[in-house]
């Protein structure tokens, strides 16, 4: 016993397992979707569709660590085999984040087979875990038992907060082979789950192992199959029967028909339960892909985009107890029914409310950001370097620009074709001259004027109008002095040759750079270029150097991510909020309309509720084609939809005391006494009842 109590020992290892084992999931799922994005180098899409895919994946599995569990290899013996393939899933995972090892379709190989090995190991020990600590207590220590339920959630919570902390860190800032340390980063969460697993091999001696006894869930299987066969061969003069499953009354006791007839009334009420999960999961995918947008300036320190996710755990553990010891006892005062199946409606509501909240969000990001060119389409910008102001004509378009003045917002420009010329007449100082370009479909440009003496010179360049998918900023020079110089900001070099040349575009982590090195002739000198923000794109030029003192002028092409994250607070308020009263009374809904021996079949189609609705997320993602403003409206609208379609349902629900189940099963041993026949019934253990003939 631990400490002279009533808690076994054994499960302190099973609780720091779980421990180690969720920090490893989550820690390594915080990452995912930046490494799709970074590593990878897919696209925002596709990103979202194969997070979603492993998460479905992860929700199918624990189905058949079930299966395996209770019918072939026991929970013990299940968590060790799965907890191996589970550590050579996340080594394999490790192994694809290194860039020296094979080429891009080597790491895609490596990280797609990490994956699915890592989804079959922990979807196949959640199952076994939970239900392996419950059966360390003895059956009259139920008070305890409970206990460490409730120590069991707070060590997967712990460990969610605490990796989707620490993860990113380990992404962002330790670098390695020459970028962001994703190798580093799935490497510590491998290391944990191996932790894991040894700490769970060095409890075996203390655990109670209860052998297989057969999985109950195919034991429902075969009752559903057998009621559906004997139905259809019966002939149509066969008398009518009260429902379709007392078909089965041949072959399984009465008391078997009615529990499965309780399920499948739950089961029924899950059919809408998957859009909530689809709304839920995207917190790890679009939501953080939303923050990438976003400033992430606190002050006194930078949040990385893949660690908000965290605030999820922490208002779990904050909102369980005032929702349990404030909210609910105050509805109660006010004499208000408010029953599970209203929860869990009311759950759903405030998850389409967080939506509504990141619809707003994305909004007001989106005003930061350049729409790409469509195809048949181009952008343009106009800098205006010369000494004079330049007038400038264009398909029948005339603008004047200033010298040296921010040029306007970039102007769009239909295309007749995939790619056309376009001929600009300038006028400069009474100098009329004119220059040719071929403009590209999908592609935006900055034209550059400066002056050769009395004339007006040209210079086309293609521009990056795409933030950073790390938040950083993007930066290149334009050279207005004679003389070659080579600048240095933070870690990277622009060299530019003199005369109006333009440095190659280059990314830099956001900060302020009041000392930059510019290195002309060999003498060095410094520039105070100020801040340069979240997501924004700089063309600073270079125009005069006089004695010690260098001249520029910065330009921001595109703005800086001007919403700030902390405005991605509220969604994740709701959303939890949501998450209390939907998935946590759900559960205790299920198990309370549930007898004790269907308690499994019902985790597991709870479980595929999970699983579908990040198939729902993967079919949008890659078939709806919306812009993101828009899909997280359609998410809300659908769930509100799906709500009250579940409200409709759950009014016609008549809550039943799984107790009266035994008032069943002992009218039909009664019954079974006064039988004359001698019939084989099969209850939902496996054994066969014998009926007894009356002598």
Not at 136 to 150: G, I
Not at 490 to 512: C, D, P, Y
Not at 558 to 570: G, L, T
Not at 665 to 689: F, S, Y
């Amino acid at each position: 016993k631990l400490c002279g109590t009533n808690y076994p020992l054994s499960i302190a290892f099973i609780v720091v397992n779980e421990f180690c084992e969720r920090f490893s999931y989550y820690g390594m799922k915080a990452v995912l979707t930046l490494y799709f994005l970074n590593y990878l180098h897919w696209s925002d899409n596709l990103s979202t569709a194969v997070y979603h895919a492993f998460s479905s994946l992860c929700y199918f599995t624990p189905v058949i660590g079930a299966l395996i569990a209770d019918s072939w290899l026991g929970k013990f013996r299940t968590i060790i085999y799965l907890s191996i393939v589970y550590v050579i899933g996340h080594i394999v995972k490790s192994i694809g984040a290194i860039p020296d090892v094979g080429d891009q379709t080597m790491h895609v190989a490596l990280s797609l087979v990490g994956l699915v090995l890592i989804a079959f190991g922990t979807g196949g020990i959640k199952p076994c875990v939970a239900a392996f600590g419950g059966d360390q207590f003895e059956e009259e220590h139920l008070e305890e038992r409970r206990k460490f339920f409730s120590i069991f959630y707070m060590s997967i919570n712990g460990g969610s907060v605490l990796s989707t902390l620490i993860t990113p860190i380990l992404r962002g800032d330790v670098q390695c082979f020459g970028g962001d340390c994703y190798a580093l980063a799935f490497g510590v969460p491998a290391a944990l789950m191996i932790i894991a697993l040894v700490v769970f091999i060095a409890g075996s001696g203390m655990y109670k192992k209860d052998p297989p006894q057969g999985n109950i869930l195919l034991q429902v299987c075969k009752c559903i199959g057998f009621a559906i066969k004997n139905r259809w061969r019966s002939s149509k003069k066969a008398a009518k029967r009260e429902h379709w499953l007392d078909w089965a009354e041949e072959k399984y006791s009465k008391r078997s028909i009615h529990e499965i007839k309780m399920v499948l009334r739950v089961l029924f009420l899950y059919i809408p339960l998957p859009m909530f999960w689809a709304l839920f999961d995207q917190q790890g995918s679009r939501w953080t892909l939303q923050a990438t947008r976003m400033n992430m300036d606190f002050g006194g320190f930078i949040l990385k985009p893949d660690q908000m996710q965290m605030l999820n755990a922490l208002l779990i553990l904050v909102f369980i107890p005032i929702f349990d010891m404030g909210i609910y006892p105050l509805i109660g005062l006010c004499k208000i029914n408010f029953t599970p199946l209203k929860k869990m409606a009311t759950g759903m509501i405030f998850a389409a409310l967080a939506f509504g909240a990141a619809t707003v969000v994305e909004v007001n990001v989106n005003k930061s950001v350049v729409a790409p060119p469509m195809a048949q389409q181009s952008l343009l910008q106009i800098l205006n370097l010369a000494d004079d102001q330049v007038r400038v004509s264009l398909q029948g378009t005339t603008m004047t620009l200033l010298s040296f003045e921010d040029p306007p917002e970039y102007q769009r420009w239909d295309l007749d074709a995939n790619n056309q010329t376009m001929k600009f007449d300038l006028s400069y100082k009474n100098e009329q001259t004119n220059c040719t370009y071929v403009f590209n479909g999908e592609t935006a440009y900055s034209l550059v004027l400066h002056n050769e003496g009395p004339r007006i010179e040209c210079k086309l360049v293609k521009d990056n109008i795409q933030k950073s998918d790390k938040g950083h900023a993007t930066i290149r020079f334009i050279n207005a002095h004679t003389e070659d110089m080579t600048i240095t900001v933070g870690s990277e070099h622009f060299n530019t040759t003199g005369n109006f040349s333009i440095s190659q575009i280059k990314t830099v982590e956001r900060g302020l750079y009041s000392d930059v090195k510019c290195t002309i002739a060999q003498t060095d000198y410094s520039i105070d270029v100020g801040l340069l923000d979240f997501g924004a794109t700089y063309t600073i030029v270079i125009t005069e150097v006089s004695g010690n003192k260098v001249t520029f002028k910065k330009i921001e092409d595109v703005q800086a991510n001007n919403v700030h994250i902390a405005f991605q607070i509220p969604q994740y308020v709701l959303l939890t909020a949501g998450e209390v009263m939907f998935s946590i009374t759900g559960l205790e809904f299920s198990y309370s309309q549930s007898p004790a021996n269907m308690k499994s079949v019902l985790q597991a189609g709870w479980l595929l509720t999970v699983a579908f609705g990040n198939v729902i997320v993967l079919i949008v993602a890659e078939g709806a084609g919306l812009e993101q403003w828009s899909e997280f409206l359609l998410f809300a609208v659908l769930l509100v939809a799906v709500s009250i379609i579940f409200s409709i349902m759950a009014h016609f629900y008549k809550y039943v005391d799984p107790e009266q189940l035994d008032l069943l099963g002992k009218e039909e041993r009664e019954e079974d006494n006064d039988l004359k026949t001698n019939e084989n019934l099969v209850p939902l253990d496996g054994n066969v009842v014998a009926k007894t003939t009356k002598m």
